[in-house]
């Protein structure tokens, strides 16, 4: 599957922002999507992830109940909306595809470009 990450810009905290993954093919549904970011001088962490049918989805601590993860398979969509955005959000945010739930970023076989989100203080 391919990936192609989209929406990321600059905002000023407290701001909101709602990043775009688009995938192609026809077997979206089947994965377990994935959002990770990489900071500037850190490694790239995972934020949030969302099984195939929605029924379950998962965040990093830093972003739980203010990130929220969804995905339109009809339209091979997976998307993050982000509120309250602080000045530790900012980092090129990444979509990934894998088999099975997992938030290791190993377990991801397919990733996006990614997108970058700057957030001002």
């Known amino acids: 599957v391919q990936l192609q990450a989209s929406g990321g810009g600059l905002v000023q905290a407290g701001g909101s922002l709602r990043l775009s993954c688009a995938a192609s093919?026809?077997?979206?549904?089947?994965?377990?999507m994935g959002w990770f970011r990489r900071a500037p001088g850190k490694e790239r962490e995972f934020v949030a992830a969302?099984?195939?049918?929605?029924?379950?989805?998962y965040y990093s601590d830093s972003v739980k109940g203010r990130f929220t993860v969804s995905r339109d398979n009809g339209k091979n969509m997976l998307y993050l909306q982000m509120n309250s955005l602080k000045p530790g959000d900012t980092a090129v945010y990444y979509c990934?595809?894998?088999?099975?739930?997992?938030?290791?970023?190993?377990?991801?076989?397919?990733w996006g470009q990614g997108t970058q989100v700057t957030v001002s203080s």
């Open positions: 990934a595809a894998g088999n099975i739930p997992n938030m290791a970023e190993n377990a991801y076989h397919s």
């Open positions: 093919g026809r077997t979206f549904s089947r994965y377990f």
């Open positions: 969302i099984t195939g049918s929605s029924t379950r989805s």
